[in-house]
């Protein structure tokens, strides 16, 4: 069951990628707790936000629109949108997190060890935030 989940994640996570959409997207996956010690598993609906954007100089804010009262967790990624370099790392940071947005900083670290703020639309920043559970 954990595998089925894990694929339908993914699955749902990159279609806008692999589609080449750049909207939100929102929808609702099940989840799976144990009880400790008692082998029993608790199902119960998860939403979910899935998002693709270009970088913006000064930061990348994804807008959740009221779906949690709690902050969620968040994955993600940096996609060049250029050729790679051979000598640059880019490194994604969130800079604040709330239950209405993520707003996320991407850094070029060169092998110098220079550490500057990525160019607008030099990277394509991917955000999956799946409702926090405690």
Partial sequence: MKRILIILVLLLSYKNCLLGLEFGTT???TGEI???GSGIYS???LTFY???QDY???GLTFTYNSLWSTIPRVWLTVELVNAPSPTDTYSVVVSSNSSSSTTVLVYRISNGGTV???SSGEVKVT???IENIY
């Fill in 27 to 29: 929808g609702t996956l």
């Fill in 34 to 36: 144990a009880s400790l």
């Fill in 43 to 45: 199902k119960f609906p």
């Fill in 50 to 52: 899935e998002d693709r």
């Fill in 56 to 58: 913006v100089n000064g």
């Fill in 116 to 118: 500057t703020e990525a």
């Fill in 127 to 129: 955000i999956l935030a």
